[in-house]
Nanobody, 119 residues
Framework: QVQLVESGGGLVQPGGSLRLSCAASGSIFSIKTMAWYRQAPGKQRELVAGITSGGSTTYADSVKGRFTISRDNAKNTVLLQMDSLKPEDTAVYYC?????????????WGQGTQVTVSS
């Protein structure tokens, strides 16, 4: 079994920064893609940023130039540096990883961490 634990959420003023972290533990052979999603009240969950095992990244248009995703393969960790935060970034942020314990890859989700941007 694999567990994902997130940390780093909280309350920040507009224009501020936060860094989210998500660490995977358990029966891990390899991790393909790592990604961050978010879900605001009354809205669907959306992709914020993703990173492949080779380091290629993708971002939602709404966060390009403000958020940076990175990964530490040795620690099975994905980070999301969020700068110039806006009130519309307020949401519960979830990490997602495609993890193989041997043969096949399965998708795992973190429990979510609240990010609130407000003055």
């Amino acid at each position: 079994q694999v567990q994902l634990v997130e940390s780093g959420g909280g309350l920040v003023q507009p224009g501020g920064s936060l860094r989210l972290s998500c660490a995977a533990s358990g029966s891990i052979f390899s991790i393909k893609t790592m990604a961050w999603y978010r879900q605001a009240p009354g809205k669907q969950r959306e992709l914020v940023a993703g990173i492949t095992s080779g380091g290629s990244t993708t971002y939602a248009d709404s966060v390009k130039g403000r958020f940076t995703i990175s990964r530490d393969n040795a620690k099975n960790t994905v980070l999301l540096q969020m700068d110039s935060l806006k009130p519309e970034d307020t949401a519960v942020y979830y990490c997602k990883m495609l993890v193989s314990s041997g043969m096949l890859y399965d998708a795992y989700w973190g429990q979510g961490t609240q990010v609130t941007v407000s003055s």
